[in-house]
Each structure stands twice: as C-alpha cells, then as structure tokens.
C-alpha cells in the first residue's frame, strides 16, 4: 500500500509542469531543476522500499499464559545495517486461534521508530485477552515508512511468523470420574503397593515430627531419637488417549477437548500418575504454520501444569488411526485404569483395549464418545461409556 502526501503531489506536478516547459522553451536551467525535482521523487520512493527490506522482527510472549488472561505481546525491531532506520511504523496484525478463529485485541498499539542506529533494537508491547486455550498463530506484521524525506508512505506486511500456546485452567470443580466402587477398587490397589514397612531413610528427630514415627531400634541402637521416613504412597497410573484424527467433525473436536481437560483434571486431583497419549501430528499441518510439530505423548505427568501443554497443543491433525498409533509405538493399557476420548471409537479400537482386561480385577476401561455409540456386546461388561 502506498500513501502520497500532499508536498510530494506538489512536487510531482511541478516536475511535469516543468518538463513540458523546459520541452517548449529550450532553457537548459529549467531542464536542471526539473532533473533534481524527479530524482527527490525516486528518492521519495526507492529510500521508504529500501527501509522496510530485510528487517529483523521478532515477537516475545510471556513464558506462561492461560486462557482468559491477559497476555503482553512484545514486538521488538532491530537495525542490523550501517545506515540507520528513519520514521518507520510497526503494527502487529491479529493472531489467529486454531480453535477458535480470528482473535480481536483489547487494544492496537503502533509502534513508531523515530531513528535507529545500527545493532540498536526498538521494543513496543501491547496485549489481548485469550478467550480459548490453544495455539495462537501470528502470521504477519505491518511495517511502513515515509523514508528520510517524508514525502511517499510505503506499507507491507512482513511475514513473521510465532506462535504462543495458552493453557487451559483447571476447571472450578472436580468431575466425579468413578464410581464408589471404583474408588474402593484404586484404594485397594494402593494399600497392595505400600506396605507398611516400606521406609525410605532414616534421620534424627526434629521438633515438630509425629512421635509415632520414631523408630525404637535404631533409637536404641543411636542413643537419640531416630525417625523412619515411610515412601511416599505411589501414584496408580492411568492412560489417556484423546483421538486426534483429522476427518472428524471440528465442533465434536471441540467438545472432545474440553472433555479431555476434565478428565485429566480429576485425574489428577485423584493423585493418579498420568500417561498422556495420541496420534503423531501430522507434520504438514504444522509445518505450514512455519512451527514444529508438538509433542503427543507424556510420562509420569503428575500436574496440571505438565498436562495442560499437552492439551493446548491438541488438533485433530492426525493421518493415522488412534489404534495403529498405538500398535506402532507399542503401547499396551496393562493393569492401569484407561480412559478413551473419541468421536468415533472403533471395535477394533475397543477390543485391543481391553484385552486382558478382564483378568485385571480393576475399575473397566471408562469411553468418551458421542450420544448413540454402540459398543460391541462382549465388551460392555469391561466399558463404562459416557457421553461427550
């Protein structure tokens, strides 16, 4: 886009009125005047172009942001050449969310860079309001200059690329996962991995410590008070999987996610050890936004703060099924409690699950999925289906 001023108009009407001048009358000082009145135009145009070619742009987000909080967005220009850079605007175009679409600012702050010598940075900040979790994706910024000579504006967008992932929060109340009898069947399970001799070390006793931890013999044995430290009761593992195939329908994704983010929510409150698990993403989805591909597999997560990456950085951007996903990367529920989220789980899907499952004497596998799913009747003795 190209903006003209009013002097440069003047200019560029005097120079044709003085080239058809000078082309009538034959006086060589009017040819002479006329030439510089062209070349402070080429110079009007060629020095905003030359300004806006090449410069390094980067944004800065905060290391953490979570939905429904604000969030500063800075946007930091540096000078890289000899000469310095004169009267340059910068504006940051809106972020898109891949879940939620264009994103409107709380406010619009342009930048405005009076000069700047060379390796010398200019840094302006604005900030938005995050209304979804998920990846925002900054694709341009806006840069323009009216050049030394202020007469011609030049603007365009520069392609700068950035994302920031925002995280969901906890959900305010605690979803009821399992039943009392599921409940009675993870505590059972617990008191069978900790014994009640099960110490860690021992140390000497300090102020404040349960009397009923000292340890006798090795009191004794010390001559002071000695306390045995008992291990710190295990977590029991839980595996996650959330289906991120790409044909299924985007406002049943979207259902699916918030779903997720319960689930691992009670999980956690549930002091389960999660292991967090879906299909590889699809590198072309990714790879078009100018990011890397995330991470879709966890271990040992034990926090929100550890999950909620994981789920922010869900897309239903999958080529593979849920069910090779996990043949390939060999990966088996066992023993622990398993929680599928689908929008579409296959029998094949089902019957891998819960093979061996029935000789494992814990809760059934728990399944997500939309209303009307039908699960094969051999299996519905070892699945709880909920609805999404």
Partial sequence: MIKITGPMLIIFLTAVFLFLAA???????????????????????????????????KRHFPPVAFTGQSLTVEVELENPRRWPLAFVNLEDLPPVSLRGGPVKLDEIQKGFVVALGQ?????????????????????????GSF???????????????????VRPLPPETMMPLMSDEQQLALMHARQRSHLGEDISHFREYQPGDNRRSIHWKNTAKRQRLIVAEAREEPFQQALLLVDTDKNQNYETYHRLVRQAERVCHSLIESQMELICFAQNAEPAFWTKLDLSPPERSLQNVRSWDMASYWLATLEPDADESLEAALVNQGISPGEQLVVLISANPSPELLYRLCT???????????????????IPQELTPLISLREL
């Fill in 23 to 57: 082309t009538n009358i034959q006086v060589g000082w009017v040819y002479l005047v006329d030439a510089l009145l062209w070349s402070v135009i080429a110079g009007a145009v060629i020095l905003p172009l030359l300004q806006l070619r090449q410069l390094r742009l």
């Fill in 119 to 143: 390796n010398q940075s200019y840094r302006y900040s604005y900030r938005f309001t995050p209304e979804h979790d998920g990846v925002y994706v900054f694709n341009s910024l806006r840069s």
């Fill in 147 to 165: 050049g030394p000579l202020g007469l011609l504006g030049v603007y365009w967008d520069q392609k700068v690329t950035s994302a920031v992932v």
């Fill in 356 to 374: 061996g499952r029935a000789a494992a004497g814990f809760a059934p596998m728990l399944v997500f999925a939309p209303a009307g799913t039908q």
